[in-house]
């Protein structure tokens, strides 16, 4: 017999599409859209259109894919430029299209007592904000690769998605000494079902058909915070 | 086909016909022993043919030291409804719902005496939120598109700024309430009454509140001390809720408008169903066995989703409205005069059928924890005096006890049933190591406040409801379960068929044991002497 756990216990959420109507796309959008000279606004927001039909199909495919092809577009953004347009990006895009019963969920599982962690795919500098916002305990989101304050338009490894989010929370969790059995995670994406099934407690949210397919199987909780 | 009296107690010799049980979504017909008491649901009494002249009379004339409703209003004033929701009654009534036309009359007294601001409430207490369509049916197409959804809602109870605690009881149990019915200048609750456990102080000290208030009732040591729930009287349920109701007359200044159905749950074509099987007449056979033959070539998902859309025949038989307690006393009185039937001596083994639909599933699936509690919470407790069957005797069961849930309105009760069920049956266990895990449960209660599920707590509730069952009664035996994990979760044994589980009910009572059969439903209140 072991004695009884003294181990914590963690929230970890997705972010786009969990917590946010927002996704990575209306983040660089924003960004295009912001871009300091109107040559590169219009070049960069027309191949944005251009290529969302692409990056919606790479998306459904593999998010490695998505992650891959998309994050190309930041290549020639300087990193403080886009540090400071994160804050704005936060207020003007973010903030407004955070969804009704997000915080309210995130307050619960505070008073709870478990640990609140952010696990994105997007960008360090868009997240650090929400992450404020909602006062979590800790976030880990995708960086981008700088070559002398230019961004390069690669990610830095180990690029967050799939199941390399799950590793990261298995990690996390010993680091902090978190059971994972207890805790929870909650996700939009059926490309997020390896961070689902790390934990003891998972949460589909607004989800998709292929993550709505698996809760139904698996008699996961479905929860639509719209 | 009101009011045609017969013998609601029926004592069976060999050349008896067979009887019909409910089986789920099904029937089984089933041939008793000679002996075998069967009691019937009395015949529905004669309805109020005039339900609105009916309810304006009982608004005008109000029961208890209170003003009539029209004297109670003033310009400016802030009133809130509490309306029933759709757990009674059951099934859901033929459209208009009762609710709908007291709403209709209550509405047109406030705006005629200048009340602009009130809004109507669904008092689910922790019941699953009701969907826009089943408030739309409940309230008529045209409260609901005029009040949907700013002034006439469902109670969120986990609404951090939308509870208030008013106070404590002297026995130190919280008395939380909505506040907006707190803070109004009058509140108007406006109830179904098909039972004698509703109605009363459980209203509003239930309807309208949440976790913090409920939990000090709806838990094993309370339900241990109800003899029976039936029973106001007998109930320790019914006296925490009056505990409470002194703190809220205190504070609130309620009109209270209950109203009594009679028991006609059938229509006129399947009304032969509530009587005894000895008075069918060959047709009435007839259209049983074929019913009967039609119901297994139907798929089990299409003859629940038939079922919940046929609804109740309903009658109305009283309407009081005034001050609570006042109100409820004569409530009861017709409650007692519809439901109770006289039965004199406890039976060693009593049996009845367990339909599709509790009040907690309706246009859902009725899930193992369900049928549990309709076993040993609502049917068991359907007496007065005794219980039917002896202390330690055995009650058998039919139902298929398949192993389903409705994720979106049962979530935690899957949870409940395969992690904490399959630990341990014991409540008082359950409620220390879990209850407030599922309570607090962030998904649990966001899928309560955003969705339709019930709340996070409810299935630990269900499990309680059956404690003083589960304290009296010896053994269950369910008959006809398609599978043996779900009774032994339970805590049941099985039988393939009905003799079976009465050759084991006479290993332990002996070779004639006493066997009462309950008919439900129609549903029947034994006044056991």
């Not at chain 1, 500098?125 to 909602?134: G, I, R, V």
């Not at chain 2, 802030?78 to 059951?90: C, F, N, W």
């Not at chain 2, 509140?187 to 939990?215: E, Q």
């Not at chain 2, 009679?262 to 009587?275: E, I, Q, T, W």
């Amino acid at each position: 017999m072991g004695h009884p756990t003294t181990r914590g216990s963690a929230a970890f959420y997705d972010v786009d599409g969990t917590l946010i109507k927002t996704n990575v796309v209306h983040a660089y959008a924003f960004y295009a859209l912001h871009a300091p000279k109107i040559s590169d606004r219009i070049g960069r927001t027309a191949s944005l259109l251009a290529s969302l039909p692409m990056y919606w199909a790479a998306d459904k495919y593999d998010r490695k894919w998505f992650n891959d092809a998309f994050y190309k577009n930041y290549a020639g953004f300087s990193e403080d430029r886009l540090i400071v347009l994160g804050q704005e990006l936060f207020e003007n895009v973010i903030r407004p299209n955070i969804f009704p019963g997000a915080r309210d969920l995130i307050k619960r599982s505070q008073d709870q007592g478990h640990k609140q962690v952010l696990v994105t795919g997007a960008l360090d500098f868009a997240t650090q904000p929400l992450a404020e916002y909602f006062g979590v305990d800790d976030f880990v989101a995708n960086r981008l690769e700088f070559m002398d304050g230019i961004a390069t338009g690669e990610l830095r490894k180990p690029m967050l998605a799939g199941a390399n989010k799950a590793l990261w929370v298995r990690r996390y969790a010993e680091e902090h000494n978190l059971d994972l059995d207890r805790s929870f995670a909650y996700a939009d994406s059926g490309s997020d079902l390896p961070l689902l099934s790390v934990v003891g407690h998972p949460c589909a949210i607004n989800p998709d058909f292929r993550l709505r397919t698996t809760a139904k199987a698996y008699q996961w909780p479905i929860l639509n915070l719209d | 086909m009101e009011d045609k009296t017969y013998n609601c107690v029926r004592i069976l010799d060999e050349d008896s016909p067979a009887r019909y049980m409910h089986y789920a979504e099904d029937f089984l017909t089933v041939k008793m022993p000679a002996g075998t008491r069967v009691v019937y649901a009395k015949p529905p009494m004669k309805p109020i043919e005039n339900r609105q002249a009916a309810i304006r009379y009982a608004l005008n004339h109000p029961e208890g030291d209170v003003k009539p409703l029209y004297a109670q209003l003033k310009p400016g004033m802030k009133v809130t409804i509490a309306i029933d929701d759709i757990s009674v009654p059951l099934p859901p009534m033929r459209t208009p719902d009762l609710r709908q036309q007291m709403l209709e009359i209550i509405i047109q007294i406030l705006e005629d005496h200048g009340v602009e601001d009130y809004e109507m409430v669904v008092a689910l207490a922790l019941h699953r939120p009701m969907t826009a369509n089943e408030i739309k049916r409940m309230v008529g197409p045209s409260i609901f598109k005029q009040y949907y959804p700013d002034r006439l809602y469902n109670l969120d109870a986990e609404d951090p700024d939308g509870m208030v605690i008013l106070g404590q009881t002297d026995q130190g149990e919280d008395v939380q309430i909505m506040r907006r019915a707190a803070e109004s200048d009058l509140l108007i609750y406006v109830n179904i009454n098909y039972v004698p456990m509703n109605g009363g102080f459980k209203s509003i000290g239930t309807g309208l509140s949440g976790y913090k208030s409920i939990r000090h009732h709806h838990n094993p040591a309370t339900i241990l001390k109800c003899d029976s729930y039936m029973d106001p009287e007998n109930s320790a349920l019914y006296d925490s809720n009056k505990r409470m109701g002194k703190i809220l007359k205190e504070h609130l200044n309620v009109f209270h408008i209950e109203t009594t159905l009679n028991n006609k749950m059938y229509d006129d074509n399947l009304m032969f169903m509530a009587k005894p099987e000895d008075d069918w007449t060959t047709t009435d056979s007839l259209k049983f066995k074929a019913f009967q033959a039609a119901l297994k070539r139907v798929p089990r998902k299409g003859k629940r989703a038939l079922f919940h859309k046929v609804p109740a025949d309903y009658g109305l038989i009283g309407v009081n409205a005034g001050e609570t307690e006042a109100v409820h006393a004569k409530t009861l009185e017709k409650c007692w005069q519809q439901h109770a039937v006289k039965l004199e001596g406890q039976a060693d083994v009593v049996v009845y059928g367990i339909t599709f639909e509790s009040p907690y599933n309706v246009n859902s699936v009725m899930n193992p924890l369900l049928v549990h509690v309709m076993a040993l919470g609502y049917f068991f407790n359907m007496y007065r005096g005794k219980p039917v069957v002896k202390k330690g005797g055995t009650l058998i069961v039919t139902h298929p006890c398949y192993d389903e849930f409705d994720p979106e309105h049962h979530p935690s009760y899957i949870e409940f049933f395969n992690r904490c069920l399959s630990e341990t049956r014991d409540s008082t266990k359950l409620a220390h190591k879990w209850e407030a895990e599922f309570a607090n449960n962030p998904n649990y209660v966001e899928m309560y406040r955003r969705g339709n599920a019930y709340h996070g707590v409810h299935p630990f509730y269900m499990w309680y409801w059956g404690e003083n069952g589960r304290a009296h009664i010896g053994r269950v035996i369910v008959v006809g379960a398609e599978n043996a994990h779900v009774p032994e979760r339970l805590g049941w044994h099985t039988a393939a068929t009905m003799e079976d589980a009465l050759e084991m009910a006479r290993d332990i009572h002996g070779p004639n044991p006493d066997i009462t059969m309950m008919h439900h439903p129609p549903f029947l209140i034994a006044d056991v002497t």
